[in-house]
């Protein structure tokens, strides 16, 4: 199968405490509205208890109608945080097995640098169309996304 990969970097200006939260802790209905053909995240359900335990399991249901499960993979914290998303439904599910969200946290003076990567697996024959919709929408998608995420950890640190 193939895959395909975006990468973002940012700093928040705030500790690592504060950032590692925001980033991980935060619902993702707060971070991720509709953004051109993607849908945004309006809905967390299944989730049992603080998303902070590897193998937790949650559903993201989306702006389409459309969800995907979400199951942790990594907490390693200071550094790493990750997550598998499958059972894509509508047409994503159509053409995405599986993706991988990674997450690298490093302190630096002043703040914490995040970098943040998404590796969609393809389904069989949709390896091409996956590339074009991870270049063209996902990767745009995820540099309009950390911003926010990096505001809300300064707003935080400056409360």
């Known amino acids: 199968m193939k895959t395909h990969e975006a990468t973002t970097e940012g700093v928040a200006l705030a500790e690592f405490d504060i950032a590692w939260d925001v980033a991980t802790l935060t619902s993702p209905t707060a971070f991720y509205p509709r953004f051109g053909p993607l849908p945004g995240v309006v809905a967390v359900v299944g989730q049992s208890?603080?998303?902070?335990?590897?193998?937790?399991?949650?559903?993201?249901?989306?702006?389409?109608?459309?969800?995907v499960v979400e199951r942790l993979t990594v907490v390693d914290r200071p550094d790493r945080f990750a997550y598998e998303l499958s059972a894509f439904t509508g047409a994503f599910g159509a053409l995405v097995h599986h993706a991988n969200a990674d997450w690298r946290f490093v302190r630096i003076a002043g703040g914490t640098s995040i970098r943040w990567s998404y590796r969609f697996t393809a389904r069989q024959g949709a390896g091409a169309l996956v590339g074009l919709i991870v270049r063209f929408a996902w990767a745009p998608y995820m540099r309009r996304v950390l911003p926010g995420i990096l505001a809300e950890a300064r707003r935080q640190a400056s409360a």
């Open 49 to 67: 208890g603080d998303w902070s335990v590897v193998g937790r399991v949650r559903t993201l249901r989306l702006s389409d109608g459309g969800s």
